[in-house]
């Protein structure tokens, strides 16, 4: 095999499409796959067995990885190969029951004219790969915006129900996924690019090349299928994440305003007792006394109401500046603009 695929291979690549010709007698066309695993323990009581971080929802670390090189040798005719070698990395249980019908029910003669048919099983195979990943995030999604939209209505306690953790995880999925089916479906436009250029000599009316071309159109329009779905999740991300910043600030501003009328009643009791301890303070002859010859009697001072005559009106004063200085701020907030455009 090419050095190329094995040092791609290696270096876990995403998106590679790579061609050589007349090596020993043999072309070769190769490409890789690598697409982030989804987590779906959450999706109908299915258990999810696979390696994720304990206490992490949503979390899983690992891939879909596998690698395709495809190596023909031409025959004497030019629309026709005398050997075709398939050589696959980590395929799927689907793509080995793609191969045996298609053993069963393709002629031998139909691969030799165009091994690029073996190709379009393999992206069959993984289109069913990434559309079932893409459904099974997306089933995810609809639980977990479920969730949301239920805290929404209790938007007290809607704050200690929210996992922000597993919403990150699910964007995380969602960004891989996007990453895969473009890297994907620009292979498969590599592959389509090449099986023009190597069947451009052959006979428009061969069955098998014109067929083969028809699907890689077809399935380039499934990947754009999936990929506008991918898209739509993204957005839907952004709205669940947007909606629970605000419920959590929802429920934050119920405790400030709270603690704020818990603070407004302190500071007007406070308000209320002032004077009478600011004339109490000045006043500290003692207004009360015991008298010298009788230790049980209680004397009071003939001056006694000076405190009520100043602390009163004092007192009066003070809260009826404090509700003026209110409302002037009151119609102060009331006046300014509330837009860019009011400003303007």
């Known amino acids: 095999m090419p050095d190329a695929f094995v040092s791609e291979r290696l270096h876990h690549v995403a998106h590679s499409f790579g061609a050589l010709e007349a090596i020993a007698g043999f072309n070769y066309s190769w490409f890789h796959f690598l697409c982030k695993n989804v987590p779906v323990e959450d999706i109908k009581g ?72 073996l190709l379009n099983i393999v992206f069959e195979v993984l289109y069913a790969r990434i559309d079932k990943l893409a459904w099974d995030l997306g089933s995810v999604y609809s639980q977990e915006e479920e969730k949301i939209l239920r805290s929404a209505s209790h938007p007290g306690s809607a704050a200690e129900a929210l996992d922000f953790v597993g919403l990150h995880m699910l964007s995380k999925h969602q960004i891989y996924l996007v990453e895969a089916t473009e890297a994907v479906a620009a292979t498969l436009e590599s592959v389509k690019e090449l099986h023009d250029r190597v069947t451009s000599g052959f ?89 010298d010859d009788n230790k049980a009697s209680l004397g009071i001072s003939s001056y006694f109401w000076l405190i009520w005559a100043i602390s009163i009106p004092l007192t009066l004063v003070v809260i009826y500046a404090w509700y003026r200085f209110q409302k002037r701020m009151q119609s102060r907030l009331d006046t300014q603009p509330t837009s860019v455009y009011e400003t303007v």
């Open 46 to 117: 299915v258990k999810y067995v696979g390696n994720r971080a304990n206490g992490l929802r949503h979390a899983d670390f690992t891939w879909v990885r596998s690698a395709y090189c495809l190596k023909t040798k031409p025959g004497t005719k030019t629309w026709n190969f005398s050997e075709v070698t398939l050589i696959v990395f980590g395929g799927e249980l689907l793509l080995w029951e793609k191969f045996n019908a298609l053993a069963s029910t393709t002629p031998c003669q139909d691969i030799l004219q165009d091994p690029y048919w």
């Open 203 to 291: 006979s428009s009316d061969i069955r098998i090349v014109c067929e083969t071309r028809a699907r890689f159109m077809h399935r380039g329009t499934l990947f754009k299928s999936t990929f506008l779905r991918l898209k739509s999740l993204e957005r839907r991300t952004q709205n669940m994440i947007n909606l629970s910043f605000n419920l959590v600030t929802q429920a934050d501003s119920r405790v400030m305003k709270a603690d704020s009328g818990a603070m407004k009643t302190i500071a007007a009791m406070t308000l209320g007792f002032l004077p009478c301890t600011a004339v109490a303070t000045i006043f500290s002859t003692p207004f009360f006394y015991f008298h």
